[in-house]
């Protein structure tokens, strides 16, 4: 490659890196990015730390969490076919087999390049780094038919022509989701299965669900409809803080019949009558989807797919 190659993008190289507000260590923590995400750099460095623009955020990352990339590269590495996680926690291997020595950790939502390598029920994946490996062929699904089948997809995001997703199919699966991460520990900026914080939360389920939103509850409570108390569905937000002026701390994802799933401390179910504070305000997400209210598929984020 030429010397004079400029790198301006970068692609995560762990299965999550930490994002933090200054280039140190103990500075605040405030995101972070899963294995395979592109990111775009600002050219302002410190020392090993680069800061970046993801899709939602901006701050510091260490250089090895990330594989640099120049423009062209990045127009390639949209092209390329991909591998999704699509279990919890898995390892990529050096060869086909679980005695084979370990890459790296492997968790849901990480994305990793296909090679169209398999053997014995495994498939080789091309990391962001450039090393190659071996994952369960059960543990991972094509990136772009995951996508296209998640409910975030729209028929115009997909491609097809048709009915919008099945909303109660939608709802269930977001609420099984985020139920299932119950007992997952709290973490301020997480955005992993590792950790959580309460945005962190609710924005991994929609993502796994095919959707973008908002990296802060303070963002979210401005997307899709606004809705009163007794227009909840399962899979709304709640929104909790004060009123007036209207400070957004918290969030949570309605599971119907008076409860929610939040990240508080852990990740819990109560009811609201258990945590015992009044939402200040509620919006639905679901069939707001590429329709300019701040939430867009998967399949229409230019960090994700090439765009037409």
């Not at 009811?271 to 209210?293: M, S």
């Amino acid at each position: 490659m030429s010397l004079l190659t400029v790198f301006t993008w970068a692609v995560v190289a762990l299965s999550s890196s930490f994002m933090r507000a200054e280039p140190d260590y103990e500075a605040p923590l405030e995101n972070q990015m899963l294995m395979g995400a592109l990111v775009q750099t600002t050219g302002e460095t410190n020392r090993y730390w680069l800061k970046v623009e993801a899709e939602d955020y901006t701050g510091w990352v260490t250089e090895m969490s990330l594989h640099m990339l120049s423009d062209k590269e990045k127009e390639s590495y949209l092209e390329a076919p991909k591998w999704i996680c699509v279990t919890e926690y898995a390892r990529i291997r050096k060869a086909p087999s679980e005695a084979s020595a370990p890459l790296c950790d492997f968790t849901m939502g990480n994305l990793v390049r296909q090679t169209g390598g398999s053997k014995d029920g495994w498939v080789e994946v091309l990391l962001p780094d450039g090393r190659k490996g071996w994952v369960l062929e059960h543990q991972v699904m094509d990136f772009r038919t995951w996508a296209e089948s998640r409910c975030g997809a729209s028929p115009a995001a997909a491609g097809t022509e048709g009915p919008g997703p099945d909303l109660s199919f939608c709802r269930r699966e977001l609420t099984g989701l985020a139920c299932g991460f119950a007992g997952t520990p709290y973490m301020w900026g997480g955005n992993s299965i590792k950790h959580f914080d309460c945005s962190g939360l609710v924005k991994f389920c929609y993502f796994m669900n095919g959707i973008i939103l908002p990296r802060n509850a303070r963002q979210q409570i401005h997307c899709g409809t606004p809705l009163r108390d007794d227009e909840w569905e399962p899979g709304d937000l709640l929104f909790f803080g004060s009123r007036k002026p209207l400070k957004v701390t918290h969030v949570a994802m309605y599971i119907g019949n008076g409860s929610i799933v939040h990240s508080s401390q852990l990740v819990r179910i109560n009811t609201l009558k258990e945590y015992g504070r009044e939402p200040v305000g509620a919006c639905r997400i679901l069939g707001n989807v590429d329709r300019d209210k701040g939430i867009i598929s998967i399949l229409k984020s230019p960090y994700y797919f090439k765009q037409d």
